[in-house]
């Protein structure tokens, strides 16, 4: 089956304006997670979806910083009046209700200028 | 919270040489610890993971060994080729939870 796919792959944006990155988990996955990867960095945790319960946001680094999750399904990550700092690779994971394992995206690249 | 700390950072080892790529851990109701290989512009993938009820787990030139007294996991691989050259990341669970905290990462290069 199709894996977790995120949308756009890049994005090249300026600074001050916002942004929409997409992820596209597994059918069927409760659990969504977006991480933050900076060039030759480690992954950052940002923000956390299981079922219906609310979404762990401790990872978020600024109030500029929101997700949602509509129906269980497709996630949206927002940045909003992004600076420079942002850039960075973004990228989604799912997992099975039934496993920790967590299965990546391919990630969507975000240059700000 | 918990903290995973991996060591060493970069790695290089020759073509047939093991590798060893260490990690440790706080939480002690860690359960479940993956680890991830990331290759060049590739998202991480899954190669091995091991829960707390086991010590170690093999699959063909991987291994994982898991020590709970001393919250520290190693991933051994055997037998190095050019194709294991990546960035390889180890996690652990926050308790029995699914969410995970990864360490800082290894770039592992293998010297033909």
């Known amino acids: 089956g199709a894996g977790v796919s995120q949308s756009p792959s890049n994005k090249v944006t300026e600074k001050g304006k916002d942004v929409e990155l997409r992820c596209d988990p597994i059918s069927g996955h409760t659990a969504l997670y977006w991480y933050r990867q900076s060039l030759g960095q480690g992954l950052e945790f940002l923000i956390y979806f299981q079922g219906n319960s609310a979404p762990d946001k401790s990872g978020l680094p600024s109030d500029r910083f929101s997700a949602e999750r509509t129906g269980g399904s497709v996630s949206t990550l927002t940045i909003q009046r992004t600076q420079q700092e942002d850039s960075a690779v973004y990228l989604c994971?799912?997992?099975?209700?039934?496993?920790?394992?967590?299965?990546f995206g391919p990630g969507t690249r975000l240059t700000v200028l | 919270g918990e903290n995973v700390e991996q060591h060493p950072s970069t790695l290089s080892v020759q073509e047939g040489d093991s590798a060893v790529i260490k990690c440790t851990y706080s939480?002690?109701?860690?359960?479940?610890f993956p680890w991830y290989k990331q290759e060049l512009g590739k998202r991480p993938q899954l190669i091995i993971d091991?829960?707390?009820?086991?010590g170690e787990k093999k699959d063909q030139r991987i291994a994982v060994t898991l020590n709970k007294t001393a919250k520290h996991f190693s991933l051994h691989i055997t037998e190095t080729q050019p194709e294991d050259s990546a960035v390889y990341f180890c996690a652990a669970s926050i308790g029995g939870a699914q969410k995970l905290v990864f360490g800082q990462g290894t770039r592992l290069t293998i010297n033909p």
């Open positions: 994971a799912s997992s099975p209700g039934t496993s920790n394992e967590q299965f």
């Open positions: 091991i829960r707390s009820n086991v």
């Open positions: 939480d002690s109701a860690s359960n479940y």
